[in-house]
């Protein structure tokens, strides 16, 4: 019901589960017309949900669909991995939903669909494990797929990995508990079930924290002492194959990711010590419980501290009536005084980094979590907050409530932090708040903003009272009335419903991807790459199914990235796009981006004479001076290593044309070469081209050279070489061949394998669960 009141418009199809009106910010995607009022869109952070996330999502479905494994993609960064990007989330248990319902009314219905799959997760740990009555289970359980991780990250694959976190613990508890049991294989499918959801890095995270809980459960189940038994011995070994099976049956996945990320530009600056989003320290601890406290990046606000909210400690945030009134209580639990010792330990750890905590930030430098986006391991401390709040639930259902002196604490904490909104309320910090002008041309509003921030002051210090009549109500007996717990509930699910409320946008269904006569002309014309000018971000590309040479798949094959370095209009500015180097990417006339068939430059304005076509605010301007996609250069050059190559490439006199750089030793001779090549077919993970050489040479590819790209010429496999740093080429013999590129990733197969073997082990373990069972 909370997800009907969140996203009915999308639920029944009258809306779309996304916020389209980015593609007018900038403008992105759908120019102004003369005259047209620009408005601020709903929230740019979400950017990526309209010009990657789905975009890729219909390309996935589109090549499933087709019958093909969507293993490449052609149209970014002169081609790429697909699957390996790990962000489409092909295998996904809920991407089936989309192979079978491709249209964007199934985006709000696969929400739903994860929202109740998270839910009933949590509400079975908390019968299960906690082992609290049916009320208690249920309200927290509700309230879980509305925290601020999963309303911030709706629609991302972040949300659809986190959702696994309590079955991960509740078969964890399991297996430890019950070696020989269901739970261990069962664990196998959840792991691998989180590791293809689209978000490697925090599927890592939240194994972490399965690690954690994974030693206290076999410190809690066999003592300290007992850790070298032979039944601890039997726990570790089920629960270790069970991770085993889990890492082996998402290895069709997470193999060719790991391949992709070794050339990774993100990667290798992480391994440097860069860090995308530093912490914020100890300003960001009211965000744990009031979201909105520095405002948003939404329309008709401003957020006031660093970064952006969406990465700060709100992602905490499980509802402020929760946090500080019914956990603290479920602290009285002294048959659950372990396992609540367990969440505050691992709620101080989650938080630490983000609150910039000394020592707890040095071990999150360490390697492989330095790999990591650590900010957002935050989530762990919602969970925590959560399962402290269903033991003070059951606290109250029990009768069991009694106030003690300790409680001043939270009951102060509300109080002053209630004074806090009110005096801010009246007292707005100016200094802080945006000033007349405009933010992406679009006209700032102070006096909205003002009433904006005076409004969530007054909201928050409304439920800070309502916290504290919690407290009040405990301390005069009236928690112990029969139906309390139904108050509290009602109180705790409003609350975490009006803050989420309004949150992610539901947007026009007339803004969903209309074709643009400018990009529909560029889909027929002549063949080859573009690149938008300040506009059409890259991803965008795939809506029209126009080849880009730019991309933004989270990883940046970083030899790619250097040869597009060469031909910068200028250096990339620090902390400008660090994480996505190629978004405002600016063409120049440069040879690289000729050999590279950059043909077509797209530019927003008025119709120019040097436009080969021009529709609805879009220029198309043809670069003539592009090479086709396969060319064969007159003189083949060998390197001796990349610093060499690079300068060499950089030369101002550098002419693809005349001379080719390959990395080994080739031998074609001092002649000049001479021949043609054209592509004949293609699908994506295919290329067929037809050449016709007049002496040996060298046919070059202007596609991304990556391992599992195989060459057959006239059916015989011969080697594919490295050519000019970053594309494919082949030695082809005089006369007419055909030659045939074909993408056969081993990495893939390898993993197809392991899968099959992984998925067999789990079905001989799950039957002899059973059978152990029954007997």
């Given at each position: 019901?909370?997800?009907?009141?969140?996203?009915?418009?999308?639920?029944?199809?009258?809306k779309?589960?996304?916020?389209?009106?980015?593609?007018?910010?900038?403008?992105?995607?759908?120019?102004?017309?003369?005259?047209?009022?620009?408005?601020?869109?709903?929230?740019?952070?979400?950017?990526?949900?309209?010009?990657?996330?789905?975009?890729?999502?219909?390309?996935?479905?589109?090549?499933?669909?087709?019958?093909?494994?969507?293993?490449?993609?052609?149209?970014?960064?002169?081609?790429?991995?697909?699957?390996?990007?790990?962000?489409?989330?092909?295998?996904?248990?809920?991407?089936?939903?989309?192979?079978?319902?491709?249209?964007?009314?199934t985006?709000?219905?696969?929400?739903?669909?994860?929202?109740?799959?998270?839910?009933?997760?949590?509400?079975l740990y908390?019968?299960?494990?906690?082992?609290?009555?049916?009320?208690?289970?249920?309200?927290?359980?509700?309230?879980?797929?509305?925290?601020?991780?999963?309303?911030?990250?709706?629609?991302?694959?972040?949300?659809?990995?986190?959702?696994?976190?309590?079955?991960?613990?509740?078969?964890?508890?399991?297996?430890?508990?019950?070696?020989?049991?269901?739970?261990?294989?069962?664990?196998?499918?959840?792991?691998?079930?989180?590791?293809?959801?689209?978000?490697?890095?925090?599927?890592?995270?939240?194994?972490?924290?399965?690690?954690?809980?994974?030693?206290?459960?076999?410190?809690d189940?066999?003592?300290?002492?007992?850790?070298?038994?032979?039944?601890?011995?039997?726990?570790?070994?089920?629960?270790?194959?069970?991770?085993?099976?889990?890492?082996?049956?998402?290895?069709?996945?997470?193999?060719?990711?790991?391949?992709?990320?070794?050339?990774?530009?993100?990667?290798?600056s992480?391994?440097?010590?860069?860090?995308?989003?530093?912490?914020?320290?100890?300003?960001?601890?009211?965000?744990?419980?009031?979201?909105?406290?520095?405002?948003?990046?939404?329309?008709?606000?401003?957020y006031?501290?660093?970064?952006?909210?969406?990465?700060?400690?709100?992602?905490?945030?499980?509802?402020?009536?929760?946090?500080?009134?019914?956990?603290?209580?479920?602290?009285?639990?002294?048959?659950?005084?372990?396992?609540?010792?367990?969440?505050?330990?691992?709620?101080?750890?989650?938080?630490?980094?983000?609150?910039d905590?000394?020592?707890?930030?040095?071990?999150?430098?360490?390697?492989?979590?330095?790999?990591?986006?650590?900010?957002?391991?935050?989530?762990?401390?919602?969970?925590?907050?959560?399962?402290?709040?269903?033991?003070?639930?059951?606290?109250?259902?029990?009768?069991?409530?009694?106030?003690?002196?300790?409680?001043?604490?939270?009951?102060?904490?509300?109080?002053?932090?209630?004074?806090?909104?009110?005096?801010?309320?009246?007292?707005?910090?100016?200094?802080?708040?945006?000033?007349?002008?405009?933010?992406?041309?679009?006209?700032?509003?102070?006096?909205?903003?003002?009433?904006?921030?005076?409004?969530?002051?007054?909201?928050?210090?409304?439920?800070?009272?309502?916290?504290?009549?919690?407290?009040?109500?405990?301390?005069?007996?009236?928690?112990?009335?029969r139906?309390?717990?139904?108050?509290?509930?009602?109180l705790?699910?409003?609350?975490?419903?009006?803050?989420?409320?309004?949150?992610?946008?539901?947007?026009?269904?007339?803004?969903?991807?209309?074709?643009?006569?400018?990009?529909?002309?560029?889909?027929?014309?002549?063949?080859?790459?573009?690149?938008?000018?300040?506009?059409?971000?890259?991803?965008?590309?795939?809506?029209?199914?126009?080849?880009?040479?730019?991309?933004?798949?989270?990883?940046?094959?970083?030899?790619?990235?250097?040869?597009?370095?060469l031909?910068?209009?200028?250096p990339l500015?620090?902390?400008?796009?660090?994480?996505?180097?190629?978004?405002?990417?600016?063409?120049?006339?440069?040879p690289?981006?000729?050999?590279?068939?950059?043909?077509?430059?797209?530019?927003l304005?008025?119709?120019?004479?040097?436009?080969?076509?021009?529709?609805?605010?879009?220029?198309?301007?043809?670069?003539?001076?592009?090479?086709?996609?396969p060319f064969?250069?007159?003189?083949?050059?060998?390197?001796?290593?990349?610093?060499?190559?690079?300068?060499?490439?950089?030369?101002?006199?550098?002419?693809?044309?005349?001379?080719?750089?390959?990395?080994?030793?080739?031998?074609?001779?001092?002649?000049?070469?001479?021949?043609?090549a054209?592509?004949?077919?293609?699908?994506?993970c295919?290329?067929?081209?037809?050449?016709?050489?007049?002496?040996?040479?060298?046919?070059?590819?202007?596609?991304?050279?990556?391992?599992?790209?195989?060459?057959?010429?006239?059916?015989?496999?011969?080697?594919?070489?490295?050519?000019?740093?970053?594309?494919?080429?082949?030695?082809?013999?005089?006369g007419?061949?055909?030659?045939?590129?074909?993408?056969?990733?081993?990495?893939?197969?390898?993993?197809?394998?392991?899968?099959?073997?992984?998925?067999?082990?789990?079905?001989?373990?799950?039957?002899?669960?059973?059978?152990?069972?029954?007997?």
């Open positions: 019901m909370p997800q009907f009141v969140l996203y009915g418009a999308s639920l029944v199809g009258d779309v589960l996304l916020p389209l009106d980015i593609l007018r910010m900038g403008p992105t995607y759908l120019p102004y017309a003369p005259g047209e009022k620009v408005i601020m869109p709903h929230d740019r952070v979400l950017a990526d949900l309209v010009q990657t996330g789905e975009p890729m999502r219909l390309f996935a479905v589109a090549e499933v669909r087709a019958g093909r494994m969507p293993l490449w993609n052609p149209y970014n960064y002169c081609g790429s991995p697909f699957l390996a990007s790990n962000y489409p989330a092909v295998f996904s248990p809920f991407r089936v939903v989309d192979y079978i319902f491709p249209g964007p009314r985006i709000a219905w696969v929400q739903l669909l994860k929202s109740v799959v998270a839910g009933l997760g949590a509400y908390f019968r299960r494990v906690l082992a609290i009555g049916y009320w208690p289970a249920a309200i927290t359980a509700w309230c879980y797929p509305l925290g601020s991780v999963f309303i911030f990250w709706a629609v991302y694959p972040l949300s659809f990995v986190l959702l696994w976190l309590p079955w991960l613990l509740l078969f964890v508890d399991g297996a430890v508990r019950q070696p020989g049991g269901a739970s261990a294989p069962l664990l196998g499918l959840v792991t691998a079930a989180l590791l293809v959801c689209g978000h490697l890095a925090t599927a890592a995270q939240v194994l972490l924290a399965g690690g954690m809980y994974f030693l206290w459960c076999l410190v189940q066999h003592s300290w002492r007992g850790l070298w038994s032979a039944a601890a011995a039997k726990s570790i070994a089920a629960v270790t194959l069970a991770w085993m099976l889990g890492f082996l049956l998402s290895a069709p996945q997470n193999l060719p990711t790991a391949e992709y990320l070794r050339i990774s530009r993100r990667v290798a992480r391994q440097v010590g860069k860090v995308e989003d530093p912490p914020v320290g100890l300003s960001g601890l009211p965000q744990l419980v009031l979201p909105y406290f520095y405002g948003t990046s939404q329309q008709g606000s401003a006031i501290a660093p970064r952006n909210l969406i990465e700060s400690p709100a992602q905490a945030y499980a509802g402020l009536v929760l946090t500080l009134s019914v956990a603290p209580l479920g602290l009285s639990s002294r048959r659950h005084r372990s396992i609540n010792l367990f969440w505050l330990v691992a709620a101080i750890v989650s938080a630490g980094y983000i609150l905590v000394p020592g707890i930030v040095h071990f999150y430098q360490l390697f492989p979590l330095n790999l990591l986006r650590n900010n957002r391991f935050v989530f762990l401390a919602a969970w925590c907050v959560l399962s402290l709040a269903a033991v003070g639930l059951e606290q109250i259902a029990r009768g069991e409530a009694r106030w003690r002196d300790v409680y001043f604490v939270p009951l102060v904490l509300l109080v002053a932090l209630g004074g806090w909104c009110i005096l801010r309320s009246v007292y707005l910090p100016l200094a802080d708040l945006p000033k007349p002008g405009a933010v992406y041309n679009v006209p700032v509003d102070p006096v909205a903003i003002y009433g904006w921030f005076r409004r969530m002051y007054v909201s928050a210090a409304v439920i800070c009272a309502a916290g504290a009549l919690f407290w009040v109500a405990l301390w005069t007996g009236q928690m112990a009335r139906g309390a717990i139904f108050a509290v509930g009602l705790a699910l409003v609350e975490i419903v009006f803050t989420a409320y309004g949150f992610n946008a539901q947007s026009e269904r007339a803004l969903y991807y209309p074709r643009l006569p400018a990009l529909v002309a560029l889909s027929t014309a002549e063949r080859g790459r573009v690149c938008g000018v300040y506009c059409l971000p890259p991803m965008l590309n795939l809506s029209h199914r126009l080849a880009d040479i730019r991309g933004y798949d989270g990883v940046d094959p970083n030899y790619y990235i250097e040869l597009l370095d031909c910068r209009s200028e500015k620090p902390g400008r796009f660090q994480y996505a180097v190629t978004h405002w990417y600016y063409p120049v006339n440069s690289i981006l000729d050999m590279l068939n950059l043909r077509y430059r797209i530019i304005g008025a119709p120019t004479a040097q436009a080969r076509f021009a529709a609805e605010g879009y220029n198309v301007v043809e670069n003539t001076r592009a090479l086709p996609r064969v250069p007159s003189r083949v050059r060998t390197v001796e290593s990349k610093e060499t190559l690079l300068r060499e490439l950089a030369r101002k006199d550098f002419d693809p044309r005349e001379v080719a750089y390959v990395e080994g030793r080739v031998s074609l001779g001092e002649s000049p070469c001479r021949g043609t054209r592509i004949v077919r293609e699908i994506p295919q290329v067929d081209i037809a050449t016709e050489m007049d002496t040996d040479g060298l046919v070059v590819l202007a596609d991304l050279w990556y391992p599992g790209w195989k060459a057959y010429l006239d059916g015989s496999a011969v080697p594919v070489h490295r050519v000019n740093h970053a594309l494919r080429g082949v030695i082809v013999p005089q007419k061949r055909q030659l045939v590129f074909r993408y056969e990733p081993a990495s893939f197969t390898w993993g197809v394998r392991g899968a099959l073997v992984a998925l067999a082990l789990l079905s001989v373990w799950t039957s002899l669960a059973w059978w152990n069972r029954q007997s």
